[in-house]
Structure formats: C-alpha cells, structure tokens
C-alpha cells in the first residue's frame, strides 16, 4: 500500500511451494519491454518500444492477464539487496535530473529494430529516421549551447495540406488517444519517473494553465515557404507548407504522451498517400530561451502594471477610449455622437474632440475668406490681370523681334 495516498501500488509479491513451479512461472512470463527512454540501461542496447497497440509478446494464455493488464514479473531479492538497488535508482534519477540538456530524450522518438513499427516502414523512411537520429546526437554534443526541450516536439514528413490549425487539432487528439489506450489496455501508461520530470516548476505551470482554462497545446505551427524558398507566414497565404512543424505543450507530460502517440501515426496526403509523422524532442538553444523568458516575464510585468493602473483609474482602459473614437467617426458621418459630448460634458476636454472642433474652426475661416473674395468688385478682381496680360503681350514681341534680327543677320 502506498502510505501517502493509502492505495494499493500495483505491486505486489507470490510465494511458491516449489522451487520448480517458481522458476516454470517466470521462465514463461511475457517479457517486459519498456517505453522510450526508460529502455535506456548500461551495458545493454536499448530495444524501445513505442507503440503497445498490438504486443509482440501478447499473453496468449490469459495466465499472466489480470482485468486486461499485463503482469510484468520479476524475482524478487532480499531486503538488503532491495535498499542497495532503490538507492543505486534513486542515483541514477538524481544524476539524469541534474542533466540540463536533457540528453536521455535523445532515445525518444526512434524507432528500434524488431518493433511493429519498424517491419512496416519502407527502406527510405527507415533511413530517415536513423540519419535524423545520427544528425541529432552529432548536433548536440558539438555545441554545449543546445539540449532538449521538455515540452517542445519537432514534427517532420507532415502532409502538405496540414496547416497550423489542423496540427494543433491533431496534438489535441494525440493526448486523448494515448490516454485512451491507456485505459483499454493497448499501451504502457508513463511512469512516475516520467510524471515527476520537470519539477516543481512544472507543477506549479501547471496549476496556473488549470486555474486560468487554458488548454494544454500552447501553439502548434507548421513552416512555410515562398516561390523563392524564403520562410514566410502562414497568414499572408502565399506560400506552401515545408512539411515539417513545432507543437508546445503546457508540460513534459502531455509532451510524451503526445509524441508516443504521434510518431509513425499514419496521415493521408492530398495525392491519397499514406505519410507516418516523424515525432521528436525539440532541440533548442539555452541562449535563445533565455532570451525568450526575459522577454516573456518583461510583458507579463507590462501588463500587469497597465491591469493595476486601469483599476486604480490612473489611466482609461484602452476599450473605453476604442469606443469613444468609434463614436466620434459615427459623429463625422453625422450621426448624433455621444450622450454628454456638448458644452460642459464629461467628454469635453478629450482631445479628439478638440482636434474636430479646431477643424470645424479652420473650415469656417476658409468659407469665410472665399466669401469675402466674391463680394470684391470686378474691377478691382481684373486689375492685377490686364496687366500681367500686357508683360505677356511684350515679352512675346520682343522674342519675335529677335528672332528676325537673328535671321537677317544669317543671310
């Protein structure tokens, strides 16, 4: 029983008379294999296992199947030895927590030999995976700069008519799913290791996401380029998908649900072919994501600062003033305006209201001027032009004179 929730662990322990019966049992037990980075053990190759939807060691026999769940059984050793062996774990935990890279992610995401996964991808998608992986491990161990993301995945070989939106519809979709797996016995559920991963911080980022409603996707894009190759946005709508993505969630949890779930999960194309997803821990830059929080902590203060301000009434909110200049347009159109906005409203001093009225007074001086022009008399009105008529008149005489002497002097 666990003491802190008092609820059974799912463990337990069996006894035998004999000695043969014991070793007959777990000699024909199905044998564990586990998930992602849990299959990391010294001095053996990993064989990870990515995908439980169809077992390749299924209890035929129903012998080692309780309530739909896979025993998994091991022998059990004596109380010293079992002290020895928790504290050589918890160690072995301490040390990979300490690791900021987060290179143990580095296993997640391939897929090994022998696996359901493995028989059914073609030749040219098997060497792209293994030539990912390489590159990957290559990357990272020449620039100490770089480590793994807990919550970020990098998402290749994506149909080209998934868009942004549709890519976060499907992380969405790939979390029920393994939960829903899960639950019907067809995969491994993450252990307490992997839950715990992050810490406290995620713990409490993860409280804030429950207590505001947010959901736990918290961007999903797709790349894309233009004609000339160059990265553009997906807004503008003049470019096309580069096949390859980034999803973010909230935690390390839903991360390595989602990525479970995800990789080698089969999309149709536009052409009618069949596309498997290559699903991985994002590799990131330890600069750059500092950078990143500083700018993101430097905001949320902004606005909390501007959220403070607005209820203490220093400054007006910037929906107020939106809705005044909105009536103060329905005003130049000529509609009534705002209750209040005559002489001796609240809205009186407002400048937008003194920028019209200075507008209206320059546009009465200017139709004052114009009339004053239209009261002159007609003589005074044609004065200035019969004599610029008269320096016309000259000028061109006397070029037309000079342009005979010009011609008698050439003869």
């Known amino acids: 029983m666990d003491k802190a929730t008092d609820r059974p662990k799912g463990t337990g322990f069996v006894c035998f008379y004999n000695f043969d019966d014991a070793e007959s049992c777990f000699r024909n037990c199905p044998k564990y294999q586990p998930t992602g980075a849990n299959a990391i053990k010294k001095g053996d190759t990993p064989q990870i296992k990515h995908s439980l939807l169809e077992p390749e060691n299924a209890d035929s026999t129903g012998a080692y199947t309780i309530e739909g769940r896979l025993l998994q059984i091991s022998k059990a050793v004596e109380k010293d030895q079992a002290v020895k062996l928790t504290e050589e774990g918890s160690h072995f935990r301490d040390n990979r927590d300490k690791d900021k890279r987060k290179l143990y992610l ?33 990357l990272i161990q020449g620039n100490p700069t770089l480590h793994l993301s807990l919550t970020r995945l990098a998402i290749r070989n994506i149909p080209r008519n998934i868009d942004s939106k549709a890519l976060k519809a499907l992380a969405r979709e790939a979390v029920v799913g393994f939960a829903t797996d899960v639950k019907a016995g067809l995969r491994q559920q993450l252990s307490k290791e992997e839950i715990a ?26 790349v894309f380029e233009g004609r000339e190759g160059k990265k553009v946005s997906e807004e503008s709508g003049a470019g096309i998908s580069r ?73 007006v909110s910037s929906k107020k003033l939106a809705g005044r200049d909105t009536q103060m347009k ?73 342009m005979r002497r010009n011609r008698k002097g050439g003869a």
Not at 110 to 131: C, F, H, N, Q, W
């Open 106 to 138: 580095l296993q997640e995401g391939t897929v090994a030999k022998g696996t359901p996964l493995y028989d059914i991808l073609p030749p040219s998608e098997v060497k792209m995976r293994e030539d990912s992986a390489m590159q990957r491990k290559k």
């Open 197 to 222: 991963r992050g810490g406290e911080e995620m713990r409490e980022a993860e409280k804030q996401r429950k207590a505001k409603g947010k959901g736990i996707v918290r961007q999903a894009k797709v």
């Open 243 to 315: 096949g390859y993505g980034f999803v973010e969630y909230s935690s390390h949890r839903w991360a390595l649900m989602g990525l479970r779930w995800l990789n080698g999960h089969a999309l149709t194309n536009s052409q009618g072919k069949t596309q498997r997803m290559i699903v991985e821990f994002a590799i990131e830059n330890a600069q750059v994501v500092s950078r990143r929080k500083e700018h993101e902590e430097k905001a949320r203060n902004r606005s909390k600062e501007v959220t403070d301000k607005i209820a203490k009434g220093e400054i």
């Open 330 to 402: 329905s005003m130049r159109k000529g509609g009534k305006g705002i209750k209040g906005a005559g002489k001796g409203g609240k809205f009186e001093k407002e400048k937008s209201f003194d920028r019209v009225a200075l507008k209206g007074k320059r546009k009465a001086e200017d139709d004052a001027s114009e009339q004053k022009d239209r009261k002159k008399p007609r003589n005074e009105a044609t004065e200035g032009d019969d004599d610029s008529k008269q320096r016309k008149k000259a000028q061109i005489i006397q070029k037309k004179r000079m």
